[in-house]
């Protein structure tokens, strides 16, 4: 429901005062401080630009715009979630297949609707599951509430992309998509943060047992 004749300037200063907010809640409660953190903190900033640009969503230049900062954002999520871990491709087959499925899925429903937009949906979809690789190879590295946080950070997030995605290029009458989207992208970044204040890494002591048995 729009309570004003032009919302813009007043979205543009709640979704400002929620990043603003959010960060402010990092800064007061991180406790360790990570070597990656300067990522996370360009990420947000690159979330934020892009939110403010997507209330302009009408206009083709700017859609794609903000979805590139989007983009962004979320590579640079993705290197904060980054851990020096040895990892082993089979367990991460399951991974990979929900992610061709989940991929598919959303193509077969919005393709006929997608034309110059295709690339950078696709591109789009591709840096979400991306991040929530990295994210899911933090297991093992952090302790568990921090890395169920952020997974279900990531679940939230792909709910939020898929209901953008769909009401953009599938149904514009979607049901309640506008509560839903910023609902779930709160509630992504909210979690996004609430795991890395919770975040404390787990020594791994796997190399160090190996080599002692030699």
Not at 187 to 212: C, D, M, P, R, W
Request: glycine share 4%; net charge neutral.
């Amino acid at each position: 429901m729009k309570f004003t004749e032009n919302p813009l300037p007043t979205r543009f200063l709640t979704k400002s005062l929620i990043i603003c907010i959010l960060f402010y809640y990092f800064i007061l409660n991180r406790k360790q401080k990570h070597r990656n953190d300067i990522y996370f903190y360009v990420g947000l900033l690159f979330f934020w630009i892009g939110d403010l640009v997507l209330l302009l969503y009408e206009n083709p230049i700017l859609y794609i715009a903000g979805m590139s900062l989007f983009i962004i954002g979320k590579l640079f999520y993705t290197i904060r979630f980054s851990h020096q871990k040895d990892f082993e491709m089979s367990s991460l087959m399951p991974f990979f297949v929900v992610i061709f499925i989940y991929i598919v899925v959303i193509v077969l429903f919005v393709y006929d609707n997608l034309k110059d937009f295709f690339i950078p949906t696709i591109i789009y979809i591709f840096a979400s599951m991306l991040m929530g690789l990295f994210a899911f190879l933090r297991k093992d590295s952090v302790n568990k509430k921090s890395f169920y946080l952020i997974m279900f950070a990531v679940v939230v997030g792909v709910c939020s992309d898929s209901t953008a995605v769909l009401q953009s290029f599938y149904d514009s009458e979607l049901p309640y998509h506008q509560i839903l989207v910023m609902l779930f992208y709160a509630l992504f970044q909210y979690l996004i943060i609430l795991g890395l204040v919770e975040e404390k890494e787990i020594e791994n002591n796997h190399l160090s047992t190996k080599t002692a048995s030699f």
